[in-house]
């Protein structure tokens, strides 16, 4: 199963994850998430995979089809503010309060690369749409550009 495009997701700080059905405005489902506060999502351009991050220093990726949990990713030291996927749904970037952008394989969960040029929280992400340059922007009052491939 694919998000249909009247589908929205969304994350408090009740811990959970919701679908909901725009046509109708109906719950689809709910997913119980983490152990705290999520502050972040992030979906692959196919629609298959949905990544959450949270107050609890954990980012989790779930199967849509099969609301499964895939992976949970424990690197960060701190809250996890933003995520990004590449245009190619190969990378999840993810930014912390810890001031550490983490670089990882989306489908294996395994952590390519950690950049630390940040002195404070990183806030947002953005990685361009041919999948080469990632911008973040953090606390700091500082904007970095880098090359991700």
């Given at each position: ?103 990882w394989d989306l489908k294996s969960g395994e952590l390519c690369r950690?950049?630390t040029e940040h002195a404070s929280c990183v806030w947002a992400l ?24």
């Amino acid at each position: 199963m694919r998000l249909p495009w009247q589908t929205l997701v969304s994350a408090s700080n009740d811990k959970t994850i919701r679908i909901w059905d725009l046509a109708s405005g109906g719950l689809y489902h709910t997913i119980m998430a983490h152990s705290s506060n999520i502050y972040t999502l992030a979906i692959s351009p196919d629609g298959q995979t949905l990544v959450s991050g949270s107050a609890d220093n954990t980012i989790k990726i779930w199967d849509i089809p099969s609301k499964t949990l895939l992976h949970t990713l424990t690197d960060h030291s701190d809250w996890v503010r933003t995520l990004a996927i590449s245009p190619n749904g190969e990378i999840l970037v993810s930014g912390s309060d810890d001031a550490t952008i983490k670089i990882w394989d989306l489908k294996s969960g395994e952590l390519c690369r950690t950049l630390t040029e940040h002195a404070s929280c990183v806030w947002a992400l953005a990685i361009s749409p041919d999948g080469t340059t990632l911008a973040s922007a953090g606390d700091d009052y500082n904007i970095f550009v880098w090359r991700v491939v």
